[in-house]
């Protein structure tokens, strides 16, 4: 299943071209990062785990035709490398939290955490896709949650432009999550629907 | 159940709207099963939540880690070579690379981006590879300099950062490579005239005026302002490309003139074009009001309005009332954007950013092109771009031919 058309980027990626595979990249360092470091808590080890499984990538780049399946890679592989990771240092230091993984089996390690990262991911590429100034903004409104005069003054521009730029983004990011008022309604409306639903 | 990799394409499908009645069904299936998934599932529908870990995502350093990367690539990029001949392999790399942009472009359909700019941020790895000898790399300093009232000029690169001059109590401060300001309380009240010129081929220099005014002045272009201001006005003159963040001062109006037009503000952001090779002078407003005169006719904009002023055309004023502000200010950002531009209208701004020179075989055409692009590329990068929607280029000893 794929949710974007990427196929110019995946056969650009297979014929070795550097801007696609940046590209490919740029859309998963960071989760992959953010992936890890929630598995085995080491922010510099869950770096080098990411540029390794994306080497990893690199090297079977023809085994690819589509993006979900390099991004299901990507995961795995991280996923895997951390859980060696944590049974190499079983011995060394046995934190209460690795060891609650170890009590799991290697099926269920980081499943959780697997379905947060991959829906970061997609949020994260859809505010990456948008154009520079709209990016800026949003990013600086929406996740860093500063105000509007604060990032017309950072951007040395109006509060004007900001609240252009704002509006474009939101109209781009094709998210329900950026919609005003949207989760606590449909959240409110799926335990409703739970309530009226008999159990199967 | 579901498996795991169906579950998140599930949330992921939900987040956008597009789940289909069997997929909702599964979600359901799934959030039924455990109390556990229904607080995954509030989490990760809660925009708070989000941008909380967003936060924590992106404090992971992108350009650090292409590092380590590229520095395992050689290896990946050495068994490429071995299939075929080196020139063939650079050739075909380099065609390979505009067939993904082409790809990109056509992907996009009309009014598209060339996706180029996202690769070519910061110190762009590829920004190598483009750079042959009859190529030109985007300037990389500023070269801006200030003429002062006794003719004397400094130029911006070769001084280093601190107070420059004093003149009339006013300290004219270098703060930055691109950055400039005057400071300090006027002991004469004698108007003392300086100008800072910014050449082709300059980055972007900013000044801040006496009055705390602030002004970016684009590649070839200047501004005339006295050291400090006096009386019942602010008035300054400008040749070129500004922006401007007049300082609020409701006894002392900001004027900019530009030729027999003139722009009359409190306090405002607007943007002016008024490179001569354009052929009109354009002012933009971005934010307050502005009045802008030229002969007997005066015209006001609202944010977001653009005012076109021919002098060819005797006081006629046309009035854009929406303007794409961010193309206007695309200069700004660092970017090259167009949208239904023509190719002289590209060219004139290429040939600004350069400072090369262009020549036409042939009478250019009336298509239009649309696009964005870093402007930190080198200039193959944007040629290329074009060449790929069909112009033709040559270019040698400065100089863009553009072909039939």
Known sequence: MDFYDYNDLISGFRNGDEISIRRLYDLHYRPLCYFADKLINDKQEAEDIAVETFLKLLRKKNDFNNLSDIKSFLFTATRNACFDFLRKNKTKNRSRQEFSYFSASEEQFGEEEMIISNVLQLIYSEVENLPVQCRTVFKSIFIEGKTTAAVATEMGTSTQTVLNQKAKALQMIRLKLYKAGFYSVSVFIYYLFFIARPHQ | ?404
Request: glycine share 6%; aromatic share 10%; with cysteine.
């Open chain 2, 1 to 404: 159940m579901a498996d795991e990799n169906k579950i998140h394409d599930l949330i992921i499908k939900y987040l956008k709207g597009a789940l289909s009645e069997t997929e909702q069904e599964d979600l359901n299936t799934w959030l039924h099963a455990s109390k556990k998934n229904q607080e995954l599932f509030q989490k990760l529908t809660d925009s708070k939540w989000i941008n909380a870990e967003l936060t924590n995502l992106y404090q992971f350093d992108t350009y650090k880690g292409w590092e380590k990367v590229t520095r395992g690539f050689p290896n990946f990029l050495e068994k490429q070579s071995l299939k075929t001949e080196f020139h063939k392999r650079s050739i075909g790399r380099f065609w390979q690379r505009i067939a993904v942009a082409a790809c990109i472009l056509l992907f996009l359909g009309t009014g598209s981006y060339f996706l180029i700019h996202q690769a070519s941020r910061r110190k762009s790895p590829y920004a190598r590879v483009f750079v042959t000898a009859a190529d030109k790399k985007a300037p990389d300093k500023n070269k801006a300099k200030i003429t002062l009232a006794n003719g004397k000029v400094i130029y911006l690169d070769s001084a280093a950062n601190g107070t420059l001059v004093q003149q009339q109590g006013v300290n004219v401060v270098k703060l930055s490579g691109d950055q400039l300001a005057y400071k300090g309380n006027a002991t004469s009240s004698d108007f003392t005239y300086n100008t800072l010129h910014n050449p082709k081929g300059s980055r972007v220099v900013t000044l801040i005026l006496s009055d705390g005014t602030k002004v970016w002045l684009n590649s070839a272009s200047s501004l005339r302002y006295p050291v400090n201001f006096f009386g019942k006005e602010r008035k300054v003159e400008m040749s070129g490309e500004a922006y401007f963040e007049v300082a609020k001062n409701a006894q002392m109006p900001f004027k900019v003139v530009v030729n027999q037009m003139e722009v009359q503000v409190l306090g405002t952001h607007f943007n002016i074009n008024a490179y001569a090779d354009e052929g009109e002078i354009k002012t933009t407003l971005l934010e307050g009001k502005v009045k802008i005169k030229a002969n007997d006719k005066a015209v006001q904009l609202l944010p977001g309005q653009q005012a076109e002023f021919s002098e060819a055309i005797p006081g006629a004023f046309t009035v854009d009332l929406y303007a794409d502000v961010e193309k206007v200010m695309a200069w700004k950002s660092g970017m090259f954007e167009f949208d239904n531009t023509t190719l002289p209208a590209i060219m004139r701004q290429i040939s600004r950013w350069y400072n090369v020179d262009v020549e036409y075989k042939s009478i250019p055409g009336t298509e239009k092109f649309g696009g964005a692009i870093n402007k930190d590329v080198p200039l193959s990068n944007v040629l290329k771009m074009l060449e790929e929607n069909g112009v033709k280029f040559e270019f040698r000893e400065n100089k863009i031919i553009v072909k039939p």
